[in-house]
């Protein structure tokens, strides 16, 4: 029997498993297609990275987050684990040297993203590798109820028939009970075999709170609850002046979105673990891989567009297990401004068809052409010339994307790298007379491994420093090696990527199925309502209505949610008197019970006053009758 623990504390340093880990790793580890349930921060890396190290062979990991990607590559390396990551962006020359090196170079985690899977190159070298299983991160993106749906993940199921009896492992941090069957399906699952770690967070307490200043009640909530802080926000703009403000009222913060440089987010996300800044005010591109498990308060300012979403981020709080806070402001005007995203996501069909015509004009695409090719592209550059708004334009490119004319991919980071095209003793016998050349040279050695087999990641801030040459004379230096032939230097790009999946078609006969718009359309409506509906419900435990959104049937109130800590009308708390009542209810269900008997029976739990108060309120509202001295319960 293989000895998981043992690999566990080899490579991570931890005794024992958490949670499901150790049963979704022998469900996978006996060869069994598995799905794993895990909210945020429940450890789903470990539940993949180990079996698959005491497995022979490579584990193909398909993820749509391409930070996370190379956040889990780099920490496996420095681990001393060989992994290699393939998305878009990368050149043809760097995907093959990746898949090269994952056919012969005893690699174990080759990670891609899925729009890469059904590519002519990785088909045909996938054919020569030794796969020991696959693992679908962030499934609920297969199935079209979930709230992300890529039609990328659809390729998985036509991989899966060329790897026949290879396990899959699905993870995912949220899943309703309808895409929970839909993941399984569209995986071809051999039967269904489903791991669930309750989604219950007992440390944390979900608030709302109702009001028309909402940067004063931030300051009110962060002068209540010390602590690190997550504050989210909707938009770009809106991080840096709420980051702003707050550092006005001395608390200090920075901000985080996915326009930023790769440097500039390293930077302010090692500021705000270290508690340099206490508060990190960001979109939604911050959290994917964070851990910090003492971040006390996570603070929604905007609404998400689902309670998938709000869950996800709002489980950053708390994860060291101590008492923590999840806030959502909620103003008059946002279910207006909650709305107004339907037709920002779901704009009109023809106006859909106008941006692919525009796209085509963009890239001077002839009618016919285009399938294969990759664009770099520059959404403010489109939208100034054909007069759109990028909010619409993003979502029209998504809609085309569901519909499998295009692929749009979102704003990538691909940091500047390089390879040697010589062999090191070749490179070793060129006489460079340029004393900096050959200095770069020296360093770019010196500091980065693998460079003769694989693009190393380089920066050429840091390579500027350690030769005393400018940031301009490295690239430039590096641009003239590269004629040479003697390296291959790729700059770094910040860009989303369009990439023609069909030839191109003529606008009128674009076709958006039911499937793909309205479907979806739906789907997204409810989710908007069932967001709004936990904001303003003020009758029921907020945590059980969570989890009841997720298909987990929680008998119990949470106790310290806003809902369960305000006064019922009996004035007692709201929490305790459900308690009370759901006791009395059960206790009068098959008899009449004297009023001192059931009173003796309660006085174990709860103080006498609060169960008179209690039962004053039910007679009072007839929901129990007294005949004869003795309660008897109304079934009206």
Known sequence: MTDYREILKQYWGYDSFRGIQEAIITSIGDGRDTLGLMPTGGGKSITFQVPALARPGICLVITPLIALMKDQVRNLRDRGIKAVAIYSGMTREEILIALENCIFGDYKFLYISPERLDTEIFRIKLRSMKVSMITVDESHCISQWGYDFRPSYLKIAEVRKLLPGIPVLALTATATPEVVKDIQARLAFREENVFR?????????????????????????????????????????????????????????????????????????????????????????????????????????????????????????????????????????????????????????????????????????????????????????FCHNFKHFPIQVDSALKILTRAGYLEYTDEQDNASRLIFTLRRDELYRIQENNPDTEKLLRIILRSYTGVFTDYAYINEDSLASRTGLTRQQVYETLVFLTRRRILHYIPGKKTPYIIYTRERQETDRIYLSDEVYEDRKKSYIQRIEAMLSYAETDDKCRSRMLLRYFGEKNEHNCGHCDVCLQKHDSGVKQNEFDEIVRKIEELLQENSISVPTLCEQLEASWEKEHIQQVLHYLLSEEKMELTDGRLRWNPK
């Open 197 to 381: 770690m309750s989604f219950e967070r007992k440390n944390l307490a979900y608030i709302v709170r109702r009001t028309e200043n909402k940067a004063e009640e931030l300051l009110h909530i962060l002068n209540r609850v010390a602590g690190s802080a997550i504050v989210y926000t909707r938009n770009r703009k809106k991080t840096k002046e709420v980051a702003q403000w707050l550092n006005q009222q001395e608390i200090t913060a920075t901000f985080y979105h996915a326009g930023l440089s790769n440097e500039t987010k390293d930077a302010r996300q090692k500021s705000w673990l270290s508690g340099e800044h206490r508060v990190m005010v960001a979109t939604n591109a911050f959290g994917m891989g964070i851990d910090k498990p003492d971040v006390r308060l996570v603070v929604h300012i905007d609404f998400p567009d689902s309670p998938e979403a709000y869950f996800q981020e709002a489980g950053r709080a708390g994860r060291d297990g101590e008492k923590a806070y999840a806030v959502l402001l909620f103003a008059k005007s946002d279910p207006t401004i909650l709305r107004k995203r339907i037709s920002d996501t779901f704009p009109e069909k023809d106006y859909i068809r106008k941006v692919y015509e525009d796209i085509n004009f963009y890239y001077q695409m002839a009618m016919g052409d285009g399938l294969g090719c990759t664009y770099a592209f520059n959404i403010d550059e």
